[in-house]
């Protein structure tokens, strides 16, 4: 079965979508893939995570903070929670180069280093 997929969030859409309804971006047709089988989930976890069809600035960078951390071996939800996650200042609280620090470069555990962040 074939689908469509967005380069950008990283999901595989029913064929019917031409554009990713989060990122509006043009999906293109993968033959080999089935679509996800949760991407009505993960629609909702990068609404939940602040990332809407309005493709901001602000949207791009949650959207590649999503990316970065998922690269570090986080499932969906959790890249999609610690992405925007928020101190009490207001600002973005995870830094993905730290994150990526600790897991990559010094090899401390996925779930510790999400402790420490």
């Known amino acids: 079965m074939a689908a469509r997929s967005c380069s950008l969030c990283s999901i595989h859409l029913p064929t019917t979508f ?3 309804p989060i990122c509006t971006r043009e999906t293109k047709w993968e033959p080999l893939f089935d679509p996800s089988g949760d991407w009505e989930e993960r629609l909702e ?4 995570a602040g990332v809407t069809s309005e493709n901001t600035e602000e949207q791009q960078v949650m959207a590649w903070r999503i990316e970065q951390i998922q690269k ?4 969906w939800d959790e890249a999609c929670e610690m992405a925007a996650r928020r101190g009490a200042d207001g600002q973005l609280e995870v830094d993905v180069r730290t994150l990526e620090t600790l897991v990559r ?3 401390i555990d996925p779930g510790l280093a999400k402790a420490i962040v």
């Open 45 to 48: 976890a990068m609404k939940a």
């Open 72 to 75: 570090l071996g986080y499932g």
């Open 18 to 20: 031409r554009k990713c």
């Open 105 to 107: 470069k010094k090899g």
